[in-house]
């Protein structure tokens, strides 16, 4: 299997400008997280979706940021406008719906945000 | 709400030298405990896990074992290696059936030849 996939792999932007990432979950898996990872925090799950539904997005940032999940194998992350301080590196990961079913990461998204 | 502490770090060791990570939890229910490691540059992929009490996971001479009665999920290696040079963290997956992982701060183990 290819794995999760995530595009672009380095974003560099200047502040004010919309930015989107994009991930390919494994094909069969119905469950999708969006991750940010700083110095700073850590690691912090954005939200997450089952079956291309939102279940959880109380760890969004702030109303500048979007996530959609419009089929199974296709989801955004958008961030309008950008801030420097949203420069991070951004995971996706996906897993099927069971509580000890492991997450599969993608090889992460780095935003720069000038 | 669920929570996973793990020991500060970084850790510097010298090749061959035994390795523990401690790490702890908080959750309700029964949650299932793994253990993930990102190499440089890399996302994040599973090391091992463990389901329920007693449970020992274990991979590449890595091992946890799931305690209940301490709430602890230390990770051991008896001989590391300079390329065990990585991020660790520790994550618990609550019992409902979302699957989301609660995480740890993780911790830089970097390995000495």
């Known amino acids: 299997d290819a794995g999760v996939i995530q595009s672009p792999r380095h974003e560099v932007t200047e502040m004010g400008q919309e930015v989107t990432l994009r991930c390919k979950p494994i094909?069969?898996?119905?469950?999708l997280f969006w991750y940010r990872q700083t110095m700073m925090r850590g690691l912090e799950l954005l939200i997450y979706?089952?079956?291309?539904?939102?279940?959880?997005d109380s760890g969004m940032p702030e109303d500048r940021f979007s996530a959609k999940m419009p089929n199974a194998s296709f989801s955004t992350l958008k961030i309008q406008p950008s801030e420097p301080r949203d420069s991070a590196v951004y995971f996706c990961?996906?897993?099927?719906?069971?509580?000890?079913?492991?997450?599969?990461f993608g090889p992460g998204t780095r935003l720069t945000v000038l | 709400g669920d929570s996973v502490t793990q020991m500060e770090g970084p850790v510097t060791l010298s090749e061959e030298a035994f390795l523990t990570i401690n790490c702890t939890y908080t959750?309700?229910?029964?949650?299932?405990l793994f253990w993930y490691v990102q190499y440089p540059g890399e996302g994040l992929q599973l090391l091992l896990k463990?389901?329920?009490?007693?449970d020992k996971g274990s991979n590449k001479g890595f091992e946890a074992t799931y305690r209940k009665e301490t709430t602890s999920f230390h990770l051991e290696k008896g001989s590391v290696q300079v390329s065990d040079s990585a991020v660790y963290f520790c994550?618990?997956?609550?019992?409902?059936?979302?699957?989301?992982?609660?995480f740890g701060k993780g911790i830089t183990l970097s390995v000495r030849p």
């Open positions: 990961a996906s897993s099927t719906t069971s509580g000890s079913d492991t997450q599969y």
């Open positions: 094909s069969g898996h119905n469950s």
């Open positions: 979706f089952n079956n291309n539904v939102p279940i959880d």
């Open positions: 959750a309700t229910g029964y949650p299932s």
């Open positions: 463990a389901t329920k009490a007693d």
């Open positions: 994550a618990l997956s609550d019992s409902g059936a979302n699957s989301k992982l609660t």
